[in-house]
């Protein structure tokens, strides 16, 4: 079965300061990645996805993730983060052919302080 | 386009009560999923629905029971309520061409 882990639970950062967090996945075949941003008081929205191709991919507001397959990893990062950026992250996995099943991480809460 | 639409956004019930948490998507998509979100915890999923007329169990199912009623609509009921299931519960749907999920607003549910 596949499962997610992500080892940053807590982050602080201040503006314009760079961003990386961890996302490590597990399973044995060929999976679907994704990052979920979750706004205080809102629902679940897609950040960015990889299914194939060109392992760094770029998503909305000025994040990117890489897919390292070696390492079983999909880590989300951005160059220069803002105040707006303070949110939840969740990465998750999917495993591809199967049944669908999404699976999330446990997510980070980063603070960006002005 | 309304996406995801959950009801009800907020619910108080007392232990041992019962419960249907109702969701819908318009999208036309063939998966669904119900997932509850606890501090700490991240998203967990309870069940989830790979297309129409069929149902599994996702990692945390004990005390919940779930319906796709059809194509557009997947409900999940709590028969007795317990505090332990005291959480935020997200429905979504995906393709499964296409498998980024889309979620709903959500369900505050508290049982005291």
């Known amino acids: 079965a596949q499962s997610v882990s992500q080892h940053n639970h807590h982050v602080i950062l201040s503006e314009a300061a760079s961003l990386e967090l961890g996302c490590n996945y597990s399973y044995g075949g060929t999976v679907n990645l994704f990052w979920y941003v979750q706004y205080p008081g809102q629902h679940l929205q897609l950040l960015l996805k990889y299914f194939s191709g060109d392992p760094l991919v770029k998503g909305i507001k000025g994040f990117e993730a890489e897919f390292i397959k070696s390492k079983f990893s999909f880590n989300l990062r951005k160059p220069s983060v803002q105040w707006s950026d303070t949110a939840e992250y969740f990465c998750a996995v999917n495993a591809r052919g199967a049944t669908n099943k999404l699976i999330f991480g446990t997510g980070t809460l980063l603070a960006v302080q002005p | ?112």
């Open chain 2, 1 to 112: 386009n309304a996406g995801v639409t959950q009801t009800p956004k907020f619910q108080v019930l007392k232990t041992g009560q019962s419960m249907t948490l109702q969701c819908a998507q318009d999208m036309n998509h063939n998966s669904m999923y119900w997932y509850r979100q606890d501090p700490g915890m991240g998203l967990r999923l309870i069940y989830y629905s790979a297309s129409e007329g069929t149902t599994d169990k996702g990692e945390v199912p004990n005390g919940y029971n779930v319906s796709r009623l059809n194509k557009r609509e997947f409900s999940l009921r709590l028969e007795s309520a317990a505090p332990s299931q005291t959480s935020v519960y997200f429905c979504a749907s995906s393709e499964m061409a296409a498998p980024e999920a889309f979620f709903g607003q959500g369900t505050r549910l508290t049982v005291v």
